[in-house]
Every structure is written in structure tokens, then in C-alpha cells.
Nanobody
Framework: QVQLVESGGGSVQAGGSLRLSCSAS????????MGWFRQAPGKEREGVAA????????YYADSVKGRFTISQDNARNTLYLQMNSLKPEDTATYYC???????????????????WGQGTQVTVSS
């Protein structure tokens, strides 16, 4: 059974930085891609960043390009999201996810993922 546990959320002022971590356990060696998603109150969940586990190709939502960086440490089975220049509109619950089913051409689409973490809250004040 795959388990994903996020950490690193918190409250920060606009312009600040946070680094989210996602610790993965269980059978994840056949993971095709991993991603970070977020959901703000009253809004749909959106893909923020994703990485193909082989090749390390990354994808970002336009709203976070140039500010967020996704990376993975295979030795530690950990996924990271470095978030810089945070804005109040980045406030949301952030989720880590992994796709162990099949390759997808849409790594920022939530339907492509079959394992999810419980989420970590990020609050950015102006």
C-alpha cells in the first residue's frame, strides 16, 4: 500500500518562501509521475507541478512558473516543492500525489493519479 505524507506547510507573508516535502512509502517503484496539487476553499483542485520519475521532466502551471520548483530525491523517496515569491493567491491546501497505474500525457491532471496524501495547509498573507 502506497502512503504519502506531506509536511512543510505553514503561514508566510507575501514574497516569502516555503518548501513542501512529501515522504513516500510502500510500493512506489513503478510510479510514472508524481505531482503537487492544491485546492483553495470554494475552488477546484488544480495541478501545480509534476515530474516524470524517469527522465525527471517537469511541468508547471502557468500561475507558478518561475516561482515554484519540483524535485525528487529517490534515495529518500521524497518529493519536494520549493515555493518562492509566494502570493496570497497561493493560499490553499497542497496535496502530493503519485501515479502508479499507467503513463499519462497530462501529468497536471488530477485524474491521472491514484494515490494521494492528506494535504498540508499553506497560508500567504499580504
Amino acid at each position: 500500500q502506497v502512503q504519502l505524507v506531506e509536511s512543510g506547510g505553514g503561514s508566510v507573508q507575501a514574497g516569502g518562501s516555503l518548501r513542501l516535502s512529501c515522504s513516500a512509502s510502500g510500493y512506489i517503484y513503478n510510479s510514472y509521475c508524481m505531482g503537487w496539487f492544491r485546492q483553495a476553499p470554494g475552488k477546484e483542485r488544480e495541478g501545480v507541478a509534476a515530474i516524470y520519475t524517469s527522465g525527471r521532466t517537469t511541468y508547471y502551471a502557468d500561475s507558478v512558473k518561475g516561482r515554484f520548483t519540483i524535485s525528487q530525491d529517490n534515495a529518500r523517496n521524497t518529493l519536494y516543492l520549493q515555493m518562492n515569491s509566494l502570493k496570497p493567491e497561493d493560499t490553499a491546501t497542497y496535496y502530493c500525489a503519485t501515479n502508479t497505474r499507467t503513463w499519462t500525457s497530462r501529468p497536471l491532471a488530477d485524474y491521472a493519479y491514484n494515490h494521494w496524501g492528506q494535504g498540508t495547509q499553506v497560508t500567504v498573507s499580504s
